[in-house]
């Protein structure tokens, strides 16, 4: 056989550096070059509209935290109460001794909320996503992604082993063509009902449609939808009164419900599958009580407290027709803004000028995002006020983008 010419003998490495060390060093220095290193900036506050880092208090537009419970004291207080009454750790996980009457009460508090035969737990929207698709679907199915999924549900798709066919974003069209064309033994479609990194909702009416018409099953994440939208805060399928129509719904516990973990809901057969062969859930040590009676509470705040999701609304509405009114497209769909300014360089660039005027609005670059859509992520919270917000179009104003 030839030798293989790619990788020529390996040169000496310099003299104490480490051959991981080298790997990184290299792959370092070009995320540098390219404008796409990242670093860590710590908090030394609670979440809220104002955060402190390092000697600066700022007016936070980077957190999910979307009604303003990650601090909220009756969410805290239930916290407490069971970080007393349980302990810290789980032990083990739910399938051994992990589990709880807690985990248990949440879900069934889920499953109410969430109008839905039966609800199941997990750690995080990222195992939530990764665990429930590779539970559902393997090698002799097929799944049908949006281009513009969470990075969590390409990687169930890519972790299912089975068939991934990509639909260019919210392209019904395409999808059907898709579903028409590829035949398997089972066909699951899945999409974000609020995109991410966009804040657009998925034409979830017509994938409903073209998902019946031709047998396949649909999974959405409501990540960025649970406590924005539909009248009691259940998400998108609320809104549209689609609940019952979509076989899985996925929401997180760690955006407006303030806490960690993530939920699906779905029929009982399903919620038994998924927690027989979900290995982030088979594999991995149950949540702490102390989260579940959290996000207890919290379901409880979203559910009742109309007033909270109205005054996220009016926030939404107010910064929605400031950025209309210096030219930007700005529909008011969702707690999220991008304001895309092309190239990583530019959008760091933009992010450090609001950081000199007190606010903090983190740049998103790829692989986050697609090359060339550098932006900045304004995310509005029940939590700001009116002035927080005005701070904002201010701050946009001044970059003249
Ligand atoms: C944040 C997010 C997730 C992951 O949820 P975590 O609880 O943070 O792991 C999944 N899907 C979407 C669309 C998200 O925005």
Redesign the pocket.
């Given at each position: 056989m030839a030798p293989d010419t790619r990788y020529p003998h390996p040169s000496p490495l310099p003299e104490g550096e480490g051959v991981c060390t080298a790997w990184a060093r290299a792959e370092l220095d070009s995320l540098v070059s390219r404008g796409l290193k990242r670093v860590l900036e710590p908090l030394d506050s609670p979440q809220g509209p104002l955060v402190r880092v390092g000697d600066e208090t700022l007016v936070n537009f980077s957190s999910?935290d979307y009604l303003g419970l990650a601090a909220s004291p009756s969410v805290r207080a239930a916290a407490a109460a069971a970080l007393e009454g349980y302990g810290v750790g789980s032990g083990a996980s739910r399938l051994v001794v992990g589990d709880s009457t807690v985990h248990q009460r949440l879900e069934a508090r889920i499953a109410s909320f969430e109008r839905s035969e039966a609800a199941l737990l997990f750690n995080?929207?990222?195992a939530a996503?990764v665990g429930t698709l590779q539970a559902l679907v393997g090698p002799e199915d097929a799944v049908f992604s949006d281009s513009l999924n969470?990075a969590?549900l390409i990687d169930g798709c890519r972790l299912s082993r089975a068939r991934v066919v990509v639909y260019p974003h919210s392209d019904v069209e395409a999808l059907e063509r898709a579903l028409a064309s590829t035949p398997a033994r089972r066909r699951l479609v899945v999409t974000?009902t609020v995109f991410?990194m966009d804040g657009d909702h998925a034409p979830l009416r017509e994938i409903v449609r073209v998902c019946r018409a031709h047998g396949a099953a649909l999974l959405v994440?409501e990540?960025?939808a649970t406590g924005v939208l539909g009248a009691r805060g259940a998400g998108l399928c609320e809104e549209l009164g689609l609940c019952d129509a979509v076989d899985v719904r996925m929401g997180?516990l760690?955006?407006s419900l303030g806490g960690l973990g993530?939920y699906i809901c779905a029929s009982r057969p399903v919620v038994e599958l998924v927690l027989n062969r979900a290995r982030p859930l088979v594999y991995s040590t149950a949540l702490p009580a102390a989260l579940c009676a959290a996000a207890e509470a919290a379901v409880d705040i979203v559910e009742h407290d109309e007033a909270l999701r109205a005054r996220l609304w009016r926030n939404i509405r107010r910064f929605s027709a400031g950025l209309r009114s210096l030219g930007f497209v700005a529909e008011p769909r969702s707690a999220i803004f991008p304001v895309i300014v092309g190239e990583p360089e530019r959008a760091v660039a933009a992010a450090r000028a609001l950081r000199a005027r007190g606010l903090l609005v983190k740049a998103i670059r790829p692989p986050t995002v697609p090359e060339g859509t550098s932006r900045l992520r304004f995310c509005l919270s029940a939590a700001h006020t009116e002035g927080h917000v005005d701070l904002a179009l201010e701050g946009l104003r001044s970059l003249n983008l």
């Amino acid at each position: 056989m030839a030798p293989d010419t790619r990788y020529p003998h390996p040169s000496p490495l310099p003299e104490g550096e480490g051959v991981c060390t080298a790997w990184a060093r290299a792959e370092l220095d070009s995320l540098v070059s390219r404008g796409l290193k990242r670093v860590l900036e710590p908090l030394d506050s609670p979440q809220g509209p104002l955060v402190r880092v390092g000697d600066e208090t700022l007016v936070n537009f980077s957190s999910n935290d979307y009604l303003g419970l990650a601090a909220s004291p009756s969410v805290r207080a239930a916290a407490a109460a069971a970080l007393e009454g349980y302990g810290v750790g789980s032990g083990a996980s739910r399938l051994v001794v992990g589990d709880s009457t807690v985990h248990q009460r949440l879900e069934a508090r889920i499953a109410s909320f969430e109008r839905s035969e039966a609800a199941l737990l997990f750690n995080s929207g990222y195992a939530a996503n990764v665990g429930t698709l590779q539970a559902l679907v393997g090698p002799e199915d097929a799944v049908f992604s949006d281009s513009l999924n969470h990075a969590s549900l390409i990687d169930g798709c890519r972790l299912s082993r089975a068939r991934v066919v990509v639909y260019p974003h919210s392209d019904v069209e395409a999808l059907e063509r898709a579903l028409a064309s590829t035949p398997a033994r089972r066909r699951l479609v899945v999409t974000d009902t609020v995109f991410s990194m966009d804040g657009d909702h998925a034409p979830l009416r017509e994938i409903v449609r073209v998902c019946r018409a031709h047998g396949a099953a649909l999974l959405v994440d409501e990540a960025h939808a649970t406590g924005v939208l539909g009248a009691r805060g259940a998400g998108l399928c609320e809104e549209l009164g689609l609940c019952d129509a979509v076989d899985v719904r996925m929401g997180t516990l760690s955006k407006s419900l303030g806490g960690l973990g993530a939920y699906i809901c779905a029929s009982r057969p399903v919620v038994e599958l998924v927690l027989n062969r979900a290995r982030p859930l088979v594999y991995s040590t149950a949540l702490p009580a102390a989260l579940c009676a959290a996000a207890e509470a919290a379901v409880d705040i979203v559910e009742h407290d109309e007033a909270l999701r109205a005054r996220l609304w009016r926030n939404i509405r107010r910064f929605s027709a400031g950025l209309r009114s210096l030219g930007f497209v700005a529909e008011p769909r969702s707690a999220i803004f991008p304001v895309i300014v092309g190239e990583p360089e530019r959008a760091v660039a933009a992010a450090r000028a609001l950081r000199a005027r007190g606010l903090l609005v983190k740049a998103i670059r790829p692989p986050t995002v697609p090359e060339g859509t550098s932006r900045l992520r304004f995310c509005l919270s029940a939590a700001h006020t009116e002035g927080h917000v005005d701070l904002a179009l201010e701050g946009l104003r001044s970059l003249n983008l």
